[in-house]
């Protein structure tokens, strides 16, 4: 029995919404989620792979059926039925793409809104605040009056002109990341932050263009040498998790890999208070150690590459006056 | 039918030529556009060599194979040459090689300016190449941001402008050629209305590389004068602005994906409607969308830098931006869907590449629009995701336009047919080397692996062995090809002058054609592409029947 073109098409209309709504939940390309805003982008994503499965199924459909179809049977030499366009069509496939696109641009913006994108204090362009520095030379004073404004994602709307729970200064150089807290002085190779409160990194970068990506909580933003950036998030989920520099700042690139540690608010009280002891013993890490201990970390990672440890010694040399410094003071002066 | 006693032919005719011609400064387009094809050809094997070597070092997350010191020298020699090198010489390739034909005129409107903008390629070409030879590779990627470009090797640096600068104004010389030929060059009864699309998408390319290309230089020069003379216009240790480079760098390489895809868009609108003996469906919104790319394509450069130095309104402006242009390619991707709709398809090798290019476009096309969401793109910008995305339009999109371009215009540039079984074979390796190559860079790029890094998270090995096996299933496809090429050009069975029973002019005049292309002026007695069209004066004859009796006259 052959079934009419409408019914068919009606089946398999069907059929293409019912696998398309499925897969664009199921996928399962996305890593965790462990912040405030990474939900907030998978369901954009899973709504947009929705879409994305629909018209690949139809589009590509219409292709695999036409090849199958349509072919031309061997000793028929004469042409197909001369259609040369149909208005109507044309406009109904003009209009399709068209609702879709403002459709995902007016959800992309709320959920770029949500997650703190239009903060007027992260979403200006000063431009270039200051001149960056370079290892060996002087340092550049911040101009007046220029510092409150930075690139990035800044404070949700409902955070908007709340000071962060959390600061985090962070400076990106080849090829490491150094966390420091600015209000107990802390420097640290790693990033830790407790869950559920509101955290605010400060990003500079010293020679080249890094990024700062952490893939569970779906945020990125470039470090650029002479302006600041920041990003503002919520980490929500307890755990450990990679930061990765995601720009090309040089031959080590790949390796510029550190870890956010989220910890529960006590475990991260806890944390702060031996790093501060720490400190005060003189244990504490300077700048200088944790540069040195992932010279030593690249060291390692390169002794199998036979790369002299002199070539690598000269990827990068401190700033001079800095090796002491803590990042804070640091962040004062570039 | 009327039976002639034809000698039977064992050659082509062979225009007044001598193989030297191909080595020198010619001023005939057809011998420049096949200068362009086989140099661009050589640069794609290069680069796809180059490929391949970082596959192979990508197959273990330990920099092992090239080393890092040298991963990054390759990574940005690839780049360069996959797009300076390859997709857009040989964009203009086709251009110089039908444009003239395909609108019946004798040559291109500056024959002496079209030989002088080839010859800019081979030195650019071999300027990238010596900074390999020198062991002084750029390293800082094709993009060249300042400040990693600025102090990560002056010499190697410096070539790589040199070079880019070479090329780009080549494709300007060519531009300006291929506006003044569409316009003056047309035979008296052709409107543009009239042209086959392949010139409307390279009217839209070539106003779009006058328009951009130019910024592309003013940065690389004033990139030049921090690198050498001590400036600060990108350089922030001296108060420059490295975001600034970015924008005149992407106000040109944004459009040059257009620059890229646009000419194979037009490659595409004419193989289709051939292959499948209906008229392309939609002309004039096919004819308009181009023309609409190239105005959105200037439009939207900054959404390459979401996660840069990019305000947030300004991101909002540039994510609606890019968004609109998923308009214009969706009427040409339904468009051609419609074309095959209904058709009595030709499944030949020009035809299995232009279907193949359609669906592996449409997957470039659907990430496309994802990464045009600000808060999708802060996710997946500069990871493979984007690696997926961009390979998915330049490689299944372009490179797949460009062999169905190959296979279906041979016969007319050399006289012989192709071996269809062999071209089968290599549309076949093609097609699963491709997407098993590409395809699971989407799912590495959102779990969390960056772009242009030697080494990474073990945990990604299996995903990246499955993208290596791809990739060498891709390098050895390229082989079927080589060989039925180099064979078909001296052995293959001879074509004729139509062997696709196509409408379009240049399959009205010898393959190869003649030096000034037509033995008299042609005449346009049919639109490019009435396949099936009744003639009330021809006794309801469709075009292609009357074609078919006036070449068994011959």
């Given at each position: ?192 932050v407790p869950a559920g409160q509101d955290v605010k990194l400060n990003i500079v970068a010293q020679d080249v263009i890094h990024a700062v990506w952490i893939p569970q909580f779906r945020l990125k933003q470039d470090a650029i040498p002479g302006r600041d950036t920041q990003l503002r998030f919520k980490p929500e989920v307890t755990g450990t998790y990679p930061l990765i520099c995601a720009e090309l700042c040089g031959a080590y690139h790949g390796a510029m890999r550190t870890q956010v540690i989220v910890h529960t608010p006590d475990e991260y009280d806890e944390w702060l208070q031996s790093q501060i002891a720490a400190k005060e013993h003189g244990d504490g890490l300077t700048v200088a150690q944790i540069m040195a201990n992932n010279d030593n970390r690249l060291a390692r990672q390169t002794e199998d590459w036979n790369i002299s440890p002199e070539a690598i010694a000269a990827l990068h040399e401190m700033p001079q006056g800095m090796p002491q410094g803590t990042l804070h003071e640091m962040h004062q002066h570039l | 039918m009327t039976s002639t006693s034809v000698e039977p032919k064992t050659s082509p005719p062979e225009p007044e030529r001598h193989w030297k011609d191909f080595f020198g400064f010619s001023t005939d387009h057809k011998v420049i556009g096949i200068q362009y094809f086989v140099t661009s050809f050589f640069f794609y094997l290069l680069a796809g060599l180059m490929a391949t070597g970082m596959r192979i070092e990508l197959a273990t997350p330990d920099p ?491």
């Open positions: 029995m052959k079934l009419p073109t409408s019914i068919t098409t009606l089946i398999a209309g069907i059929l293409v919404t019912l696998i398309s709504l499925w897969y664009g939940q199921h996928h399962g390309w996305m890593p965790e989620a462990a912040s405030r805003e990474a939900p907030l982008v998978d369901d954009l994503f899973n709504m947009m792979m929705t879409i994305a499965t629909a018209l690949f199924l139809l589009i590509q459909g219409a292709l695999v059926i036409a090849i199958f179809r349509f072919r031309q049977k061997p000793g028929d030499n004469t042409d197909g039925p001369p259609l040369e366009g149909d208005i109507g069509l044309e406009i109904v496939w003009t209009a399709i793409p068209v609702v879709i696109v403002m459709v995902l641009s007016i959800y992309s913006f709320e959920v770029y809104n949500e997650m703190g994108g239009l903060d007027p204090a992260a979403s200006r362009d000063p431009g270039p605040q200051k001149t960056a520095v370079v290892p060996g030379t002087a340092m550049a004073a911040t101009l007046p009056g220029q510092d409150k404004i930075a690139l990035g994602v800044g404070a949700s709307p409902k955070q908007q002109g709340n000071n962060a729970m959390v600061n985090v200064d962070v400076l990106g150089l080849q090829y490491a990341w150094i966390f420091t807290y600015p209000d107990s002085g802390v420097v640290s190779g790693e990033l830790h | 092992d194979f090239l080393g890092a010191e040298n991963y990054n020298g390759v990574l940005t020699l690839h780049g360069t040459m996959m797009i300076f090198l390859w997709i857009v010489p040989t964009g203009a390739a086709f251009a110089n090689y039908l444009i003239p034909l395909m609108i019946g005129a004798k040559d291109m409107a500056f024959p002496v300016l079209n030989g002088l903008a080839f010859w800019l390629v081979p030195p650019g070409g071999v300027l990238l190449l010596t900074s390999l030879v020198i062991d002084q590779p750029p390293v800082a990627g094709w993009t060249s941001y300042p400040p990693l470009s600025l102090i990560s090797g002056e010499v190697g640096e410096m070539m790589w402008i040199l070079s880019v600068l070479l090329l780009g104004t080549s494709s300007i010389l060519g531009g300006i050629n291929f506006v003044t030929t569409i316009f003056k060059m047309r035979i008296k009864e052709m409107s543009l209305y009239d042209m086959p699309l392949f010139c409307w998408s390279m009217l839209a390319t070539s106003l779009l590389i006058l328009v951009s290309t130019p910024v592309l230089a003013g940065a690389l020069i004033l990139l030049s004068f921090d690198l050498i003379a001590g400036t600060a216009f990108f350089n922030p240790t001296g108060g420059g602005d490295p975001i600034v480079y970015q924008h005149m760098f992407w106000f040109y390489s944004h459009p040059a994906v257009y620059i890229m895809i646009l000419p194979v868009f037009g490659l595409i609108s004419d193989i289709l409607p051939v292959h499948s003996r209906k008229p392309i469906f939609g002309y004039k919104a096919i004819a308009y969308s181009s023309i609409a790319i190239a105005f959105l394509g200037n439009i939207v450069w900054a959404h390459h830098m979401f996660t840069s130095g990019t305000p947030g309104w300004l991101r909002v402006f540039f994510m609606a931006a890019t968004m609109i242009i998923a308009v214009p390619t969706g009427i040409k991707v339904f468009s051609w869907v419609a074309t095959v709709w209904g058709g009595k398809l030709r499944l030949n090798s020009a035809m299995l590449f232009a279907i193949g290019f359609v669906s592996m476009f449409l997957i470039g096309g659907l990430s496309g629009v994802m990464v045009a969401s600000v808060p999708f793109d802060i996710h997946v910008h500069d990871t493979y995701f984007i690696v997926a995305h961009f390979h998915y339009v330049l490689f299944g999109g372009s490179v797949f336009g460009i062999f169905a371009g190959i296979y279906h215009w041979f016969p007319k540039m050399v006289g012989r047919m192709m071996n269809e079984t062999w071209g089968k074979v290599h549309f076949v390796l093609t097609f699963i080397g491709f997407n098993l190559a590409f395809f699971p860079m989407h799912i590495l790029g959102l779990q969390g692996m960056p772009r242009r890094v030697v080494q990474y998270d073990p945990a990604f090995t299996t995903l990246n062995q499955v993208c290596t096996v791809g990739s060498l299933i891709l390098a050895v496809s390229t082989l079927p090809f080589l060989v039925n090429a180099a064979w078909s050009w001296f052995k293959g069975p001879i074509a004729g002058a139509n062997p696709w029973n196509a409408l379009t002019l240049e399959w009205q005049t010898s393959s190869p054609p003649i030096i000034e292309n037509f033995e008299e002026e042609p005449v346009l007695w049919s639109g490019p592409y009435d396949y099936g069209v009744d003639r009330e004066q021809d006794d309801d004859k469709s075009v292609s029947e009357l074609l078919a009796e006036v070449k068994a006259q011959m």
